[in-house]
């Protein structure tokens, strides 16, 4: 059963989605002139600007950002990279930014159909994601239905059960406090925000994903600043051995160049979720004028979660020579315990700030994925299905502490890679609406610049 479903893995993501994947994103990167490096700063200014233009919608732009970065900004960002690096060495990183670069005008058009294609339910909410854009925009009521499906269970088993399992054993291993226990913690705390809805859960992931950002960038700015003399050469290795494929560390776990190209495009779509198609459902329910703005905002979440959060762990572990340490039980340290004793290595009880970021990195991702699933299944089945949907989201949170996993993540990369492929059809046969829409947009940005510009002349 494993060798099937891993060989069924590789052949959706290594031999269809990554081929696919890039391909819409460099079509579109060539089609709207490299839009995300011209409007990267307008869209970072966008996206935290207290004043933003409000229209119709659920949750503000900043607010719909963070339930998309709640759920991106995760687990992946810390252990997933690290795996990346101890598997494909220091130039799966560089792939991530390959990925990540063209992944960032791929989130753009995911957010502009989403806001284009949106629509308001029975309770006066705004819904909408790839099922929406790909029935209303194509008429292809199979794909979108295929899309809801795998998105459902995505939300059940990557964004839940595994989150869960995982804040258990980073509990279980800095306090000792037993996984079940902390199992009715988790169901507890996701309980009282999931059962508030939207509106709930946009409020504590505003103030949750800012702080847990903080206090890993934070503690990585320390370790970087300690070796800051290593930043430079580390920087130039992960160039070098993107095209050489040697590991960091003299060999040890060496891989090829394929072997670093596809770990570090698979974890980048893991990490910045773009193609993936849930980001759009929360894009769907934000306040926005025009769909171009919030398609802007999200775009930011591609580049904070990969050139931001995945690099800076990637260098912490460069920098700090922990590259193959064999830990107390003989075995090699990797994933969450390798960034572990990278902090611990320059800040004393530096592991406590990775585990803590673990806890409340799967934390939000539940919070952001609960949101994903519930509008899956309201697609599929109605709004009457919406609170037994919640219960039993809740429940599932608890379970996962107590259930073995070595099955279930390779039935996450599955259905990610199921639920990645309609999206991606769907954005490349409206594509063209892609191009219309965003170019209508750009030019409402050049006179708003305009006429900004004649205002500051006046003032002067």
């Known amino acids: 059963m494993m060798v099937f479903l891993e060989q069924f893995n590789h052949i959706l993501w290594e031999k269809c989605l990554l081929i696919l994947l890039l391909s819409v994103g460099v079509y579109l990167t060539f089609r709207l002139k490299g839009m995300q490096i011209r409007y990267l700063l307008y869209s970072l200014k966008l996206a935290f600007s207290s004043k933003q233009k409000e229209g119709k919608g659920d949750i503000s732009q900043f607010q719909s950002l963070m339930t998309a970065l709640a759920a991106t900004i995760g687990i992946g960002s810390i252990a997933g990279m690290a795996t990346a690096v101890m598997a494909g060495g220091l130039g799966s990183i560089f792939w991530m930014w390959v990925v990540a670069f063209f992944g960032m005008v791929t989130k753009f058009a995911e957010a502009i159909l ?4 949106r629509k308001t339910d029975e309770r006066g909410e705004m819904s909408g994601g790839p099922m929406y854009y790909i029935e209303k925009g194509l008429g292809w009521k199979w794909l979108a239905s295929s899309f809801a499906l795998f998105g459902a269970i995505c939300a059940f088993a990557g964004g839940n059960i595994t989150q869960s399992h995982s804040i258990s054993h980073a509990m279980y291993h800095l306090t000792g406090i037993p996984q079940a226990y902390t199992g009715v913690l988790i169901a507890f705390f996701a309980g009282i925000v999931i059962l508030g809805g939207i509106k709930s859960l946009a409020k ?5 994903v800012p702080a847990m950002a903080l206090l890993y960038i934070g503690g990585g700015i320390v370790v970087l600043t300690y ?21 960091a560390f003299g060999g040890f776990m060496g891989a090829g160049v394929m072997r670093a190209m596809q770990l570090g495009v698979s974890r980048g779509v893991s990490s910045n979720e773009a193609g993936l198609g849930s980001a759009p459902i929360a894009s769907a329910a934000a306040k926005t004028d025009v769909p171009g703005r919030q398609a802007l905002v999200s775009m930011t979440g ?13 260098l912490i572990i460069a920098v700090s020579g922990v590259m193959g340490k064999i830990a107390p039980n003989g075995e090699v340290l ?11 290595s320059v800040i004393p009880y530096g592991h406590w700030i990775v585990g803590i970021c673990i806890i409340l990195f799967g934390y939000s991702t539940i919070l952001g994925w609960a949101y994903y699933g519930e509008k899956c299944m309201e697609y599929l089945f109605g709004e009457k299905v919406l609170f037994s949907y919640r219960v039993l989201f ?3 949170a608890f379970l996962g502490t107590l259930l073995s996993l070595d099955v279930v993540w390779t039935l996450v990369d599955i259905m990610n890679g ?23 947009f750009f030019e409402l940005l050049a006179r708003e610049k305009a006429v900004f510009t004649q205002e500051s002349k006046q003032n002067i």
């Open 418 to 440: 199921l639920m990645a492929l309609p999206n991606l059809i769907g954005l490349l046969f409206l594509s063209p609406i892609v191009i219309a829409e965003s170019k209508g």
């Open 302 to 314: 591609v580049f904070l979660s990969s050139f931001i959060v995945c690099t800076m762990t990637v």
């Open 227 to 247: 070796h800051y003399a290593l930043i430079l050469p580390s920087i130039k290795l992960i160039f070098t051995h993107a095209f050489t494929g040697q590991a």
């Open 334 to 344: 990797n994933g969450a315990p390798l960034v572990m004793e990278a902090f611990q």
């Open 204 to 208: 504590v992931n505003a103030v949750l």
């Open 394 to 396: 809740i429940c599932l």
């Open 114 to 117: 989403a806001v284009k294609y």
